[in-house]
């Protein structure tokens, strides 16, 4: 079953300080990988795209990596700033578009 | 560019009645999504256009939910009737490309601010 495993749920940390969300998948056969960032109440926006043979991508302070062989992709958020507080959101798209969404996890930070 | 342009925002309703949503996607886009969003299941993918053809639609529940894009520019989303279980935060989005397997730029999905739909 295909299945998108997110962790930390939820996590605090402090403005400034850096911090990564881990995405587990496995979706098989694999497209590519998506990171949303979603802040309460409003629509997820996208941060990367990345399919199969891209390792790292960044989009500001966002970097996320991707390891096809273990299935395993991160996003770093570096000097975390208060609108960083959000849910982000790991979204792999498999064979015949088939679309498996993590459940998120839950970024808050602190002044 | 004004971005997915979603109605109405808020819903509020009775089981039994017939409940639409509406959507307006960002002009030259050739693919349109809706999703639904709640607590306990997360982002669900319900059905996807390419050209305002239907693609894909095994993500729709039930045959209680219809979905139709009639021009590039409009689309629906129909329950009927509601159910207390349907109540959820619907989001619609658009992206230039045909769909979201290759991976490129053009997949980028945009989506619209949701319409909250609460059956009681």
């Known amino acids: 079953k295909n299945q998108v495993e997110q962790s930390p749920q939820s996590l605090i940390i402090l403005e400034g300080k850096n911090c990564t969300l881990q995405?587990?998948?496995?979706?098989?056969?694999?497209?590519?990988l998506r990171w949303y960032k979603q802040d309460t109440g409003r629509g997820p926006v996208s941060l990367t795209i990345?399919?199969?043979?891209?390792n790292t991508k960044s989009n500001g302070r966002y970097t996320a990596t991707l390891d096809a062989d273990t299935k395993q992709s991160s996003l770093h958020i570096t000097a975390s700033q208060l609108s960083d507080s959000a849910s982000y959101i790991c979204?792999?798209?498999?064979?015949?578009?088939?679309?498996?969404f993590g459940i998120g996890t839950k970024l808050q930070v602190i002044p | 560019d004004a971005g997915v342009i979603q109605s109405p925002r808020h819903e509020v309703t009775e089981m039994g009645q017939e409940v639409t949503l509406r959507c307006k996607p960002i002009?030259?886009?050739?693919?349109l999504f809706w999703y639904r969003q709640t607590m306990m299941r997360g982002l669900e993918l319900l059905i996807y256009?390419?050209?305002?053809?239907?693609?894909?639609d095994s993500g729709m529940p039930e045959d209680r939910f219809s979905a139709k894009m009639p021009n590039a520019s409009f689309s629906t989303l129909k329950i009927q009737p509601s159910e207390p279980r349907d109540s959820a935060v619907y989001f619609c989005?658009?992206?230039?490309?045909?769909?979201?397997?290759?991976?490129?730029?053009?997949?980028?999905?945009?989506f619209g601010p949701g319409t909250r739909l609460t059956v009681l």
């Open positions: 989005a658009s992206s230039l490309g045909s769909g979201m397997a290759s991976g490129e730029r053009t997949d980028t999905q945009y």
């Open positions: 995405c587990n998948y496995t979706v098989s056969p694999f497209s590519n």
């Open positions: 990345m399919t199969f043979s891209e």
């Open positions: 979204v792999v798209i498999g064979g015949y578009q088939k679309v498996t």
């Open positions: 002009s030259g886009h050739n693919s």
């Open positions: 256009f390419n050209n305002n053809v239907p693609i894909d």
